[in-house]
């Protein structure tokens, strides 16, 4: 029987950033299973922002680091080649008085004690930055200069080939059906008729992370979420590259929108979505009223786009836990098991930083962040990561 040091399953943005830092810290011995292609599941259906605005200090503490990674991506993987398309546009965030204009303010003020430019900003400057939106002189608003968005097949396919570079196997087309287990440790995975050792699997398997549970035997808090994305388009008011990305928390689907093909907005709710039996990542139609509800939120931001067409649409799945943030570290109960899953739409923003942090803990190091905030166990002893805006919204 083949036996590997690590096994990851999944090969997503975060199992791909996993098995390279696996390899990156000494591991000689890493394989990633994947049951399809490489970052063909709900990574390729990532907006790809990137920002570190968050209410909970975990996760800007983790938004700050992975923002370093694709500041230098290239450096970072020691690969000239390497390339996540990123695009420094800035990042707005609006909200109304109240509630979440205090929540802002607090979570601007962490960010500064961070070390990140985060300022507060007038509407005439909002306006200068972002002129196809209009904003109210009541609001709250904040700005952060060193946020923007990139590109998830170019971010994923480095990972992959730079893991591979250092070593590690990816193996793509290839389902594990099962674990592999002596008593209560995990021994390796199977695929099939096939079985692969391993001192240590890392499930990263995201909304499939059903199927560890059944494994394992365990209950992993999970729910399956189908969002709906949209590209809106006019000529009136082009959605240009050089402009921010933008959070509206005045509005009911708590909008973000950014540029899209250099013209177009790419517009998407920030509030829970559809909940699914099982994970289903055929493409799903969007419903015509769900379009006309979010073209007037929209509108009310952005007059221009009240006549706006609608470019193209689609729909992504999130794997949601109670608290909307991940699931980091091992799985009590079985020995030599670890999760990675629950990023909530978050994945993409964090997958350096947590592929670091989880490769760490899986060799017995300490990271930048405790893993252990990040904890199964947070949910039966009350720990939640919760944000301060909203079940759906930024955590």
């Known amino acids: 029987m083949t036996h590997y040091e690590s096994i990851v399953i999944g090969g997503g943005v975060i199992g791909v950033s996993i098995a390279y830092h696996l390899a990156r810290l000494g591991q000689r011995r890493v394989l990633l299973l994947e049951r399809g292609r490489i970052g063909e599941g709900t990574t390729a259906q990532s907006s790809c922002i990137l920002r570190t605005h968050y209410t ?17 991506f290239a450096g970072y ?6 390339d996540c398309g990123l695009v420094r546009c800035g990042y707005l965030i609006a909200a109304p008085p109240g509630a979440k204009s205090t929540a ?16 507060v900003i007038d509407a005439p400057a909002a306006r200068s930055l972002l002129p196809i939106a209009s904003f109210g002189d009541d609001e709250l608003i904040g700005y952060e200069p060193d946020a923007g968005f990139a590109d998830a097949y170019l971010v994923t396919s480095a990972f992959a080939r730079n893991a591979r570079r250092l070593g590690a196997t990816v193996r793509e087309n290839t389902a594990v059906t099962g674990l592999v287990l002596a008593g209560r440790r995990v021994t390796g995975v199977a695929c099939g008729a096939e079985t692969i050792g391993a001192d ?17 035997g365990v209950a992993l808090p999970l729910a399956i979420e189908r969002h709906s994305v949209m590209s809106l388009e006019t000529k009136a008011a082009p959605y240009t590259r050089q402009m921010p990305v933008f959070k509206d928390l005045g509005v009911p689907g708590l909008l973000y929108c950014r540029s899209y093909g250099g013209a177009q907005m790419l517009v998407s709710e920030g509030t829970p979505g559809e909940v699914l039996a099982a994970p289903d990542t055929v493409q799903a139609d969007v419903p015509l009223d769900r379009v006309v509800d979010v073209g007037g939120q929209v509108a009310g931001r952005f007059p221009a786009y009240a006549e706006a067409g609608l470019a193209s649409s689609w729909t992504g799945l999130y794997d949601v836990t109670p608290d909307w943030n991940p699931v980091l570290g091992p799985l009590p109960g079985v020995e030599g098991l670890w999760l990675a899953y629950g990023f909530s739409g978050h994945g993409f923003k964090l997958a350096p930083s947590v592929g670091l942090l989880v490769a760490q803990a899986v060799l017995g190091r300490a990271g930048a962040v405790p893993i ?24």
């Open 56 to 72: 909970v200090p975990e996760n800007v503490q983790l938004a700050q680091a992975a923002w370093r990674v694709y500041d230098d």
């Open 77 to 82: 993987l020691d690969d000239r080649e390497a």
């Open 104 to 119: 802002l303010h607090e979570a601007l003020a962490a960010q500064r004690g961070f070390g990140i430019r985060a300022e």
């Open 200 to 216: 240590q699997v890392i499930s990263v398997q995201n909304v499939w992370s059903g199927e560890l549970a059944r494994w394992a």
């Open 372 to 395: 252990e905030a990040y904890a199964l166990s947070r949910f039966a002893q009350g720990r939640l990561l919760a944000g301060r805006y909203g079940a759906g919204a930024v955590s």
